[in-house]
Every structure is written in C-alpha cells, then in structure tokens.
C-alpha cells in the first residue's frame, strides 16, 4: 500500500509541476510557448541513470565510471533546464514572472522525477524495473 500512495503523489507532485510549465505559458500577460522546450529536458533527464542502471552491476561496492558518467550528464541536463528559461528572460524572449513560474515547475518536476527514483530505485518487490 505505501507503493500506490507513493505512486499516487509523485503522479500528483508530476501534474502540479506541470502546471506551473503551463501557467508559465499560457497566461494571457506572458503568451509565449518557448518554455515549453523544457518538456524535453524532462524527458531526457532519467535516461543516461536508467541506461548505466542496466549496464552496470550494482554488487560492487566501489566507483563506478559509467555511473559517475550518467550522474554527470543528468546534472548537466538539470542544470540546462534551469538556464535556459533564465536565458529566454534575460534575451526577453519571455517575461520575468514567467521565468518565475517555470522555474518553480523545474523544482517541482525534478523533484519529483528524484523522488521516483528514490521510491522506486531499490531492488525490491514494489520496483520500476517490472514495468
């Protein structure tokens, strides 16, 4: 039970950073759809993690290069998705409060996607990896 209450407010946690993206968007004062490029940073950003969790073999207790890799590359792409609309407000391609409210979505989005991982990373019954 605690799996489907952790599954029901990271889904949760996932539609409100969303929000904020579309508020970000589509209120009548800002009216540019730029920051939408960030939905693929979201989609990015677990990926170089899962593909080192499938390659790599978690029994051994010391560093792991192609993990220290993937952590780097999430990184840079976390960190991407936070310049990028700073960017888009200092080119004032978008206005300021919008950079706030997409801002705020990317704390709330990679927190959440953190939190999957967290939830679901470990190796034990109630894993991502059956799905």
């Known amino acids: 039970m605690a799996g489907i209450k952790a599954l029901i407010s990271l889904s949760f946690g996932g539609a409100v950073g969303l929000m904020f993206l579309m508020l970000g968007c589509a209120l009548p004062v800002y009216d540019k759809y730029w920051p939408l490029f960030l939905l693929f940073f979201y989609i990015l950003c677990p990926i170089p ?76 019954d109630f894993s991502w990896q059956q799905w």
Do not use: H, M, Q
């Open 49 to 124: 993690y899962c593909i080192s969790r499938r390659v790599v073999d978690d029994t051994d207790s010391a560093s792991n290069a192609c993990k220290e890799l993937a952590i780097f590359l999430t990184t840079g792409i976390v960190i991407s998705a936070f310049g990028l609309p700073i960017v888009f407000a200092r080119a004032e391609v978008i206005a300021w409060g919008a950079c706030a409210l997409v801002l705020t979505g990317n704390v709330v989005i990679f927190g959440t996607i953190l939190g999957f991982f967290l939830v679901f990373g470990s190796n034990d």
